[in-house]
């Protein structure tokens, strides 16, 4: 079955940097797009970051926009997020997603992310 496991997250001080990972089994991954999204609280969920099957081809919201990179490795089934120059704001848990549309109803665990002093 599909498994998207996630890992990387945690506390740390505004400005700061964080990587995020998300180890995905079950199907071939070289075959679908991935995606982040994150769910601050009392937030919607937002879609943070995609990148096509290829890798070559990344969206971004604009909120991280200079800031986060989506990046992928087909040979190891992973999807990461580079978190740099990190805000408050950014504070959510962020789940990793096969594809990009939040209707396709495959999702990690989630891993929290906090951004504080």
């Known amino acids: 079955q599909v498994q998207l496991v996630e890992s990387g997250g945690g506390l740390v001080q505004p400005g700061g940097s964080l990587r995020l990972s998300c180890a995905a089994s079950g199907f071939t991954f070289s075959n679908y797009a991935m995606s982040w999204y994150r769910r601050a609280p009392g937030k919607e969920r937002e879609l943070v970051a995609a990148?096509?099957?290829?890798?070559?081809?990344?969206n971004y919201a604009d909120s991280v926009k200079g800031r986060f990179t989506i990046s992928r490795d087909n040979a190891k089934n992973t999807v990461y997020l580079q978190m740099n120059s990190l805000k408050p704001e950014d504070t959510a848990v962020y789940y990793c997603?096969?594809?990009?549309?939040?209707?396709?109803?495959?999702w990690g665990q989630g891993t929290q992310v906090t951004v504080s002093s």
């Open positions: 990148i096509i099957r290829a890798g070559t081809l990344r």
């Open positions: 997603h096969r594809g990009i549309s939040s209707a396709e109803n495959y």
